[in-house]
């Protein structure tokens, strides 16, 4: 079963850069895609990014586009996630799920294989 673990959350400053980290373990597969998602207190899980690990299209949340990239490692089942400019609004656990594609992107539903989250918070 495929196992998933976030890392690389902390607290920056407003402007900030930061570079999660999404390792995949387990029963790991090109024929995937993973995306992040994050979720505030009070709110719901957003998708802030998709990659296909079969074609390596990419998506994006309108609130990250031009701050964010999501890149991948195969030698190191890793996926990445690179947040710039970062405003007080990232504050969230981010999370990365897994599913077949990236169509079901940017509702969590079809997502799967949550790992536990990383905590970003962006503070002065």
């Known amino acids: 079963q495929l196992q998933l673990v976030e890392s690389g959350g902390a607290l920056v400053q407003p402007g900030g850069s930061l570079r999660l980290s999404c390792a995949a373990s387990?029963?790991?597969?090109?024929?995937?895609?993973i995306a992040w998602f994050r979720q505030s207190p009070g709110n719901k899980r957003e998708g802030v990014s998709c990659?296909?690990?079969?074609?390596?299209?990419?998506n994006y949340a309108d609130s990250v586009k031009g701050r964010a990239t999501i890149s991948g490692d195969s030698a190191r089942n890793t996926v990445y996630l690179q947040l710039n400019n970062l405003q007080i609004e990232d504050t969230a656990v981010y999370y990365c799920?897994?599913?077949?594609?990236?169509?079901?992107?940017?509702?969590?539903?079809?997502?799967?294989?949550w790992g536990p989250g990383t905590q970003v918070n962006v503070s002065s």
């Open positions: 387990g029963s790991t597969s090109e024929n995937y895609a």
């Open positions: 799920g897994a599913d077949w594609d990236c169509s079901g992107f940017p509702v969590s539903l079809t997502f799967a294989f």
């Open positions: 990659l296909s690990l079969r074609d390596f299209k990419t």
